[in-house]
């Protein structure tokens, strides 16, 4: 069991622990900026576990390893693996730490990185376990923001589209919040997560980009705050079917396309959209 030295979950992290992880993230980012690769994580090996597809995810696992001085054990075709053949995932991590000092996890199902820590002797690290959480996600973003506009304390953060499947938007609410930042979550009714109510995020159902842009003039905004817009520009989503919500009079379908990103750029001018699909 190594569920102490894994990262499953935003909630284990309070905010002198994120303020840690920043300092160390920046000092090896400095590092690899001056001199292009170190040494640090020399002779170990980190097994890149995806049940789902992944591009950017697994690339950034895969490349920050062999940055440090690392190698990495990819597997990324699950399908044609023992997994087709019955193994379990208790089995499969059973098996990759025999190799590796370290798992990535990328799964379908809510629960699977958590699972996987209990039964593995090495750390487990969650790229995303269903419609859960996406932890190193949203640190990467809150380490980009921080970067990019100092002390999150007192920023107002609108998280804009489909957030009823989106795992990256739970880890976010939660690690902004950590850090001090007023969260508010704009989506259609239907595409609002259920519970949220009780997140520590304002909320806002999103009817109309004109409704959205109304709402948005009214608060006390300033230049230094930012818009995350997550873009879904398929009607499906690999992590639940999309509620069908374009045929209902007045409800937007939840979709923001590059026209709509570029008014809101145009509307809301000092604004500052992060952009993800």
């Not at 789902?52 to 399908?79: D, H, K, Q, W």
């Not at 145009?266 to 500052?272: F, I, K, Q, S, T």
Request: a positive charge; proline letters at 5%; aromatic letters at 6%.
């Amino acid at each position: 069991m190594c569920i102490r030295d894994s990262v499953l979950s935003v909630k284990q992290f309070n905010r002198p622990k994120l303020e840690h992880i920043f300092e160390v993230a920046h000092s090896m980012r400095s590092m690899v900026e001056r001199f292009g690769t170190a040494d640090m994580l020399h002779g170990h090996v980190l097994a890149n576990l995806f049940y789902e597809p992944s591009t950017r995810t697994s690339s950034s696992f895969a490349a920050a390893m062999v940055r440090l001085g690392g190698r990495v054990l990819s597997i990324n075709e699950v399908v044609y693996s023992s997994v087709s053949k019955g193994e379990s995932l208790p089995d499969t991590v059973r098996t990759l730490e025999c190799y590796a000092d370290a798992i990535v996890l990328r799964h379908p199902e809510v629960g699977a990185a958590a699972t996987a820590a209990r039964y593995a002797h090495v750390p487990i690290i969650n790229a995303g376990d269903g419609t859960h959480e996406h932890p190193t996600q949203a640190l990467l973003d809150a380490y980009t923001l921080r970067h990019r506009l100092g002390d999150l304390t007192g920023r107002h953060v609108v998280i804009v589209g489909d957030l009823a499947h989106s795992r990256v938007f739970r880890s976010n609410v939660i690690t902004l919040a950590t850090l001090g930042a007023q969260v508010t979550v704009v989506a259609p009714p239907t595409l609002m997560p259920s519970g949220i109510g009780a997140w520590a995020a304002r909320l806002c159902m999103l009817f109309s980009l004109a409704y959205v842009l109304a709402q948005l003039a009214e608060w006390p905004l300033t230049g230094g705050n930012l818009i995350e817009a997550f873009l879904r520009r398929k009607a499906g989503t690999s992590r639940g079917d999309m509620p069908p919500t374009s045929g209902r009079p007045g409800v937007s379908s939840g979709v923001l396309s590059a026209q709509t990103v570029r008014h809101l750029r145009g509307v809301l001018g000092g604004y500052r959209p992060f952009l993800w699909k």
